[in-house]
């Protein structure tokens, strides 16, 4: 995942005193958010492309055959200028999608503390949020997307 602010004001947030009201200010250029280098992980995706991908799978895949999905359809997904020649962009959106809600891992509970749960049992869907007792695709919503680089 990449920050959706600045490092310092982060590391404040978290360390100081909750109880003291206090403004702060973006470094400019310390932080990888502020320099834009966090950028650099996975480049620009098509966030409807990766939408659709992940949304119109017949069937669940699992999370090699996803991996396998989205190099194949790399082309499409990575905006031009950024489409990865080797697999870390890749294994990191796909590691983003999941660390932000985007995705699950779904595994058969049988499976479950048993030798017979292998990486191919462990299967890939969209993730669903409830909002307002109702359950919807997180995937859809353009505010789960922080911190992936897209258009």
Not at 40 to 50: I, M, Y
Not at 83 to 93: D, E, N, T, Y
Not at 110 to 129: F, H, I, P, R, Y
Request: proline share 3%.
């Amino acid at each position: 995942m990449t920050p959706d602010k600045c490092q310092h004001i982060l590391m404040e947030e978290r360390f100081e005193d909750p109880s003291i009201s206090k403004e702060r200010s973006e470094c400019g250029d310390s932080c990888s958010y502020c320099t834009g280098d966090h950028d650099e992980h996975t480049g620009k995706v098509d966030r409807k492309t990766l939408t659709d991908i992940v949304l119109t799978q017949e069937k669940q895949p699992n999370y090699a055959a996803f991996l396998s999905l989205i190099k194949a359809k790399k082309d499409a997904i990575f905006h031009k200028e950024d489409v990865p020649k080797h697999a870390g962009p890749i294994h990191a959106l796909c590691l983003q999608m999941l660390a932000l809600g985007l995705i699950k891992l779904n595994v058969d509970n049988s499976l479950v503390g048993t030798c017979k749960l292998e990486a191919q049992n462990v299967m890939v869907s969209a993730a669903t949020e409830r909002i307002q007792n109702y359950d919807r695709l997180a995937i859809l919503d353009e505010k789960n997307w922080v911190g992936i680089n897209f258009y």
